[in-house]
């Protein structure tokens, strides 16, 4: 992927969030960002902020419940 293409990196991004992998998602946001301002691009990567937080409460809760 070429590191200085935002339209690949937010593809990519997008691609890793559907599979759950939150951290590689935001870090290509964030790349795509320093090249393009866009804020589709700013808005995609704070609901995938918004759902990385909504799924480790759910992971907590579960693992709570799972030793009570």
Known sequence: IDPNF???LRRR???YM???KFEESIT???K???IDKDLTIQREM???QALQKNYKQIF???GE???S
């Open 6 to 8: 935002a339209k690949a």
């Open 13 to 15: 991004a997008l691609a």
């Open 18 to 20: 559907n599979l759950l």
């Open 28 to 30: 290509d946001f964030k």
């Open 32 to 34: 795509a960002l320093t």
């Open 46 to 48: 704070e609901d995938c």
């Open 60 to 62: 907590d809760h579960i």
């Open 65 to 67: 419940n799972n030793f």
